[in-house]
């Protein structure tokens, strides 16, 4: 999440009742979490096991609770006892949650030619382009951006909170939500079929490429980024932080895990579990899945194996 102008470190450690070590000159321009960040981020880290990650990211500021680790040059740290709590007030701060009391909020852009079908919310903040077509019951929530000629069926939710847990087995409630600052966007040309939900980013933007077809009952997660001309079909479920490169086909049922990459023009078929990063131009199948060809031969080996253990079993 950009921040509209930048914010000093300086005035980012009294809010969150946190010590200044390292440059306390610097000031940030926006908020993410570690999958996420970029140079003049603030973001956090609550576990040893990520300290050295976060530290070499490329946030600007870090949020911690170890005031012992070493300072990489040029940053800052803002060493507190609890970094997820000071993450979620900034978050609250600079994007607190749109409260809307009507259907279509008032500064809710619609473009011309768009067709907007009764009991459809749209929250604060939306953009909606020329010539889209949304259903019945379609739920468009705050700050998704929506561009031309876009098709969205009817039950379908856009926007929602990312699936995002802060979690810790030491306090009595072991998962926190992390806040949602995120996105949506949906590029021009895009469908979008019935009962569908698509979770805005953690803190950056979820986003469906141009030309892309989807159908009934598909989830994608918070973050996803989906290249043009995708084409998933029915009860497709896809985890946060996923990469899909342009032309990617994947067929009912298959599950896509977290943050990896599927590439160019690959076809997952029905039913297949993508645990990791996929190359392009082939097809897969399986769980996990693997190369469909490779797969398929497996399988005449498995149903010969009764037949070659008679045989040996027979000549022993």
Same mark, same amino acid.
């Given at each position: 999440?950009?921040?509209?102008?930048?914010?000093?470190?300086?005035?980012?450690?009294?809010?969150?009742?946190?010590?200044?070590?390292?440059?306390?000159?610097?000031?940030?321009?926006?908020?993410?979490?570690?999958?996420?960040?970029?140079?003049?981020?603030?973001?956090?880290?609550?576990?040893?096991?990520?300290?050295?990650?976060?530290?070499?990211?490329?946030?600007?500021?870090?949020?911690?609770?170890?005031?012992?680790?070493?300072?990489?040059?040029?940053?800052?740290?803002?060493?507190?006892?609890?970094?997820?709590?000071?993450?979620?007030?900034?978050?609250?701060?600079?994007?607190?949650?749109?409260?809307?009391?009507?259907?279509?909020?008032?500064?809710?852009?619609?473009?011309? /030619?768009?067709? +907007?079908?009764?009991? *459809?919310? &749209? @929250?604060?903040?939306? $953009? !909606?382009?020329? #010539? %889209? =077509?949304?259903?019945?019951?379609?739920?468009?929530?705050?700050?998704?951006?929506?561009?031309?000629?876009?098709?969205?069926?009817?039950?379908?939710?856009?926007?929602?909170?990312?699936?995002?847990?802060?979690?810790?087995?030491?306090?009595?409630?072991?998962?926190?939500?992390?806040?949602?600052?995120?996105?949506?966007?949906?590029?021009?040309?895009?469908?979008?079929?019935?009962?569908?939900?698509?979770?805005?980013?953690?803190?950056?933007?979820?986003?469906?490429?141009? /030309?892309?077809? +989807?159908?009934?009952? *598909?989830? &994608? @997660?918070?973050?996803? $980024? !989906?290249?043009? #001309? %995708? =084409?998933?079909?029915?009860?497709?479920?896809?985890?946060?932080?996923?990469?899909?490169?342009?032309?990617?086909?994947?067929?009912?049922?298959?599950?896509?895990?977290?943050?990896?990459?599927?590439?160019?023009?690959?076809?997952?078929?029905?039913?297949?579990?993508?645990?990791?990063?996929?190359?392009?131009?082939?097809?897969?199948?399986?769980?996990?899945?693997?190369?469909?060809?490779?797969?398929?031969?497996?399988?005449?080996?498995?149903?010969?194996?009764?037949?070659?253990?008679?045989? +040996?079993?027979?000549?022993?």
């Amino acid at each position: 999440m950009k921040l509209l102008a930048p914010i000093s470190v300086k005035w980012l450690s009294t809010f969150t009742a946190s010590e200044i070590i390292g440059n306390n000159e610097l000031e940030i321009t926006g908020v993410n979490e570690i999958h996420q960040v970029e140079m003049g981020d603030i973001v956090f880290v609550d576990h040893p096991k990520y300290y050295e990650t976060c530290l070499n990211s490329a946030a600007t500021c870090i949020l911690i609770n170890n005031k012992d680790v070493a300072v990489p040059k040029g940053k800052t740290l803002l060493y507190c006892a609890d970094p997820f709590e000071a993450y979620s007030k900034i978050v609250n701060h600079f994007k607190p949650l749109k409260l809307s009391d009507k259907a279509i909020a008032e500064d809710a852009l619609i473009g011309e /030619g768009a067709v +907007i079908m009764p009991q *459809v919310f &749209i @929250g604060a903040n939306v $953009q !909606i382009g020329k #010539n %889209c =077509l949304i259903h019945p019951n379609v739920t468009i929530l705050a700050d998704t951006i929506i561009g031309d000629d876009v098709i969205i069926q009817a039950g379908t939710v856009i926007g929602s909170d990312a699936f995002y847990y802060n979690s810790k087995k030491t306090r009595a409630a072991w998962y926190k939500k992390m806040p949602s600052c995120g996105r949506v966007i949906i590029e021009d040309k895009v469908e979008i079929g019935a009962c569908c939900t698509v979770d805005r980013g953690v803190s950056g933007d979820t986003i469906i490429g141009k /030309g892309t077809k +989807i159908d009934n009952m *598909v989830h &994608i @997660g918070h973050d996803t $980024q !989906i290249e043009e #001309n %995708c =084409l998933f079909a029915a009860q497709v479920g896809i985890a946060g932080g996923v990469k899909i490169k342009s032309g990617v086909t994947i067929w009912g049922q298959a599950g896509v895990n977290k943050t990896l990459t599927i590439g160019e023009n690959a076809v997952v078929l029905s039913q297949a579990a993508v645990l990791s990063s996929i190359e392009g131009n082939k097809v897969y199948m399986g769980f996990p899945a693997e190369d469909a060809s490779i797969k398929r031969r497996e399988l005449v080996w498995i149903r010969r194996i009764p037949a070659l253990w008679k045989k +040996i079993m027979e000549q022993g």
